[in-house]
């Protein structure tokens, strides 16, 4: 892998001899760097930031003073399809996010018990109450018939901002 | 005898594993490799001998268990939470639903939801295709409601019917027609099904929403609840247009069997064309085609819907129908029984022979009874609400019959049964009956019958207030607890009548709990019940805490209508809530505020009762200032009340007050003896 970066680095004539030496091109690519050290934290400021009881903690406190977000049973030894409700997760968030417009004060907990998914959030009173039977019956449907499983429950706890 | 079967099946076991682990030695011999306490050692081994005493084991026949046969076990277990709302609602102080519209629009706001979602599950099903359910869960699928096949042709036709699509399959008929294919007669009977049931009308699509009640006259209730309209038959008018397209339909088809005859009478009745109905039928009689037990029960219904006929002729008629339905050897099933007494319910008096000796038919042959007959039955017999008539007691026998039993649904009427009782019940202001009423409707399932929201808020109020009425205070209040407000929202009308049982049994100090719980259900502005709340605890005087308790909560009425003034511009604020919160705050000692009322008199254009004035004075004195006493006394003559001599006497009499006070208190009551003077002769010359 470091021979075709020094090829980049090089001129083109450098680049074709390269191409006769070589059998195989594997290519790179590159991003932007996310240092460990950088991630899921919210940098300290001048003190006026509100932050949830989330986002103050770092990554490294999960299962000290965290929990999990999302709680299945796809990561135990054995256990098939890991990556698929990681990605539902993240459908979801982004479907709660929009169905319910200013809603969410924090993210979504999310847990699978056999076929069901339960959908614990944290919405804020912006709604009316019966807005929100409308969209927690719509959202119910739609999630069980998108993902063919008998009763997406969604459990909310609204709460007042300060 | 157990022991004996024990040693049996251990010595079975233990021959079991002893060839198992291959030893042959006997069976008490070697059995280190039975794990088991042999206990029998004493009992002989020779099976043959017959040991006395020793009867056959009967092995019972295998149980099949329901799927969910547990968890409905364990359900069993759990009796309903008084303190928690009901279980469709969100668990949140915020989505709770704090009276009867509130809860009533969540939960038509959730199927509307529903509703919408599946509407955009049915409108873009290629997203939802995806299939992982494994099983597969059908009803997790979107639904097609498009007709695929496009071609004319018979399978085309059944595939609209199917879809239930009226104009679209009336359409592909024609053009059948005209393209000269013969339709079979299945598929005509099944054009003509979908015909007669929809009325020639598209099957609308909020049908769930705007299910009409049917033809009942329905209790008028108070004044929150009177949602529903009475509506009689003849409002919904004739909705079966002659030469519409079922009759078009059945006469061209070539050939009709008694299928076709049979679907176009019901169709007639369902759409309130009973003469033409009728007609039909004899039109079918002379085919000398058989009528089925529907087509009979709708055919009754036509006898009796039709106007022009005395009630006794209908009854004939009705006979007449029945007769010809034994010729035909048609059994009549429950549909048949329960129709008679539906619309003999209409002919009052005369119709309860008749209904008693159709009861006893219906037993005779041998038809179990469903909810909706008693339904009828009560509602025939206590349709006036006279009681000097006297009323019968068939009540009595009926819910002696019914006690313990559980029922299914059989008739659509079914869950109008308890509503009827209870209103029953409570007309024969019977406690003990209402009890039993209530025990059946725990039993078993019988809770499902209990209808939808308003007949159970209806039956739930007729219970409690009887229970308010006849029984005593204690358990009257344990039913509020339990019933209120997870069962159903009480009415104002509720309130005061356990207000009044409050009364009667002189447990006033229940009143600020009863005052804080209807604010919470939403009766914070009802002027009738604020009156009746401050009147009873302004009535006579308590205790000082419970003096204090109830200026706690008069102070609180009293800012309801605070807000409600700024709310509305007319404000109206009674003169009697004036009074009673002025003494009330005078009780408790809050004087300064008791005196803030006074001022609210004036600005409100109210008078103030002489009791209070009275009291104020009291007050006054005690609190030794005759300012407060000429105060009131210039207040009263403001108002320019006849009290206002009294007071001034009382005034001069009790308080030591100095000169220029006197003065100006004569000078009040001389402008006020003056004017009363003077009123007094304007009314002498007026008369």
């Known amino acids: ?162 | 005898m157990a022991a004996v079967a024990t040693g049996r099946w251990l010595r079975f076991r233990c021959k079991l594993c002893l060839t198992l682990t291959g030893q042959p030695a006997g069976p008490y011999g070697q059995a280190p490799s039975c794990r088991f306490y042999s206990g029998s050692a004493t009992i002989p081994k020779v099976e043959g001998t017959n040991v006395t005493g020793i009867e056959e084991v009967v092995i019972p026949k295998k149980k099949t268990w329901d799927k969910v046969a547990v968890l409905q076990a364990l359900a069993s277990t759990v009796n309903r939470d008084a303190t928690a709302a009901p279980y469709a609602f969100q668990d949140d102080p915020f989505l709770i639903p704090t009276s009867s519209v509130e809860s009533r629009s969540f939960l038509l706001a959730k199927k509307s939801g529903e509703n919408a979602a599946k509407f955009i599950i049915n409108s873009h099903p290629k997203y939802f295709q995806k299939d992982i359910a494994e099983p597969h869960i059908p009803c997790l699928m979107p639904e097609y409601f498009e007709p695929q096949i496009e071609d004319i042709s018979e399978a085309a036709l059944r595939e609209r019917i199917e879809l239930k699509k009226v104009k679209a399959s009336v359409d592909m008929f024609d053009q059948l027609l005209q393209a000269g294919t013969a339709i079979s007669l299945e598929t005509s009977n099944s054009l003509l099904d979908l015909l007669c049931y929809y009325g020639d009308k598209e099957p609308s699509t909020d049908y769930h929403f705007q299910q009409s009640e049917k033809s009942e006259e329905l209790e008028e209730a108070t004044e929150e609840n009177n949602k529903k309209s009475e509506k009689t038959d003849h409002q919904f008018g004739v909705t079966w247009r002659t030469k519409n397209n079922a009759e078009r339909i059945f006469a061209l088809m070539p050939e009709k069997n008694s299928h076709s005859y049979c679907t176009m009478i019901r169709g007639m009745v369902k759409h309130r064309a009973p003469a033409r109905a009728l007609n039909l039928y004899t039109e079918l009689l002379n085919n000398r085609l058989h009528a089925d037990v529907y087509t009979f029960n709708a055919l009754i219904e036509a006898r009796a819907l039709s106007v022009s006929e005395k009630l006794e002729d209908k009854w004939n008629n009705i006979l007449e129908l029945l007769k010809q339905m034994a010729a035909q050897k048609v059994k009549p099933n429950l549909q048949t029984f329960n129709t008679i007494l539906k619309w003999l319910r209409r002919f009052h008096v005369f119709g309860k022979l008749p209904a008693l000796q159709t009861f006893r038919e219906m037993k005779a042959i041998g038809i179990e009874p469903s909810l909706a007959t008693y339904h009828y039955i009560i509602q025939l017999f206590y349709h006036q609400e006279n009681p000097s008539k006297g009323s019968s007691l068939i009540i009595y026998d009926i819910m002696n019959e019914l006690t313990g039993q559980k029922f299914s649904p059989k008739d659509p009427d079914d869950d109008m049964f308890f509503q009827s009782a209870m209103k029953a019940c409570s007309f024969l202001r019977d406690l003990e009956l209402a009890y039993q009423v209530h025990g059946l409707l725990n039993t078993g399932d019988n809770w499902k019958f209990i209808g939808p929201d308003h007949r159970r808020n209806f039956y739930y109020s007729k219970f409690f207030s009887l229970v308010c009425l006849m029984e005593q205070i204690d358990v009257t209040l344990k039913w509020y607890k339990d019933l209120i407000p997870s069962v159903f929202f009480p009415r104002s009308q509720t309130l005061i009548d356990l207000l009044q049982a409050l009364d009667v049994a002189n447990r006033l100090e229940v009143i600020p709990q009863i005052w804080k719980d209807s604010k919470e259900y939403g009766h914070t502005f009802h002027n009738v019940l604020k009156e009746e709340i401050l009147m009873l605890m302004a009535r006579d005087k308590h205790s000082p805490e419970l003096q204090v308790a109830f200026a706690d909560c008069a102070a609180d009425i009293k800012s309801t209508y605070e807000s409600q003034d700024g709310r509305q511009t007319a404000p109206e604020w009674p003169a009697n809530s004036l009074n009673y919160v002025a003494v009330l705050f005078l009780r408790a000692g809050r004087t300064q505020e008791a005196w803030e009322m006074l001022g609210l008199f004036k600005k409100h254009n109210k008078i103030p009762g002489n009791e209070l004035l009275n009291e104020f004075m009291d007050s006054a004195k005690a609190s030794n200032s005759p300012a407060q006493a000429i105060e009131i006394v210039k207040l009263a003559s403001a108002f320019s009340l006849p009290i206002c001599e009294g007071l001034t006497q009382r005034v001069m009499a009790d308080f030591a007050i100095n000169q220029e006070q006197k003065e100006a208190l004569e000078n009040l009551t001389s402008l006020t003896s003056d004017s009363d003077s003077d009123s007094d002769s304007d009314i002498n010359e007026g008369k």
Request: glycine share 6%; with cysteine.
């Open chain 1, 1 to 162: 892998m470091a021979a075709p970066v020094c090829c980049q680095g090089l001129g083109s004539r450098v680049l074709s001899w390269s191409q006769e030496l070589l059998c195989s091109w594997c290519t790179l690519h590159t991003s932007a760097v996310c240092a460990k050290n950088r991630a899921a934290r919210v940098r300290v400021g001048k003190g006026d930031k509100l932050v949830t009881y989330e986002e103050a903690h770092v990554p490294h406190y999960i299962a000290h003073r965290k929990g999990w977000l999302s709680r299945h049973t796809g990561n135990l030894d054995g256990e098939n399809h890991a990556a698929e409700p990681t990605v539902e997760d993240v459908f979801l968030g982004k479907f709660m996010l929009g169905t319910f417009p200013r809603c969410p004060a924090d993210q979504l907990i999310l847990n699978r018990r056999a076929n069901q998914l339960e959908i614990c959030a944290l919405v804020l009173r912006q709604l009316p109450a019966h807005k929100f039977h409308f969209l927690v019956g719509y959202s119910e449907t739609l999630l069980s018939h998108f993902y063919k499983c008998p009763g997406p429950h969604l459990d909310k706890s609204p709460s007042l901002i300060f």
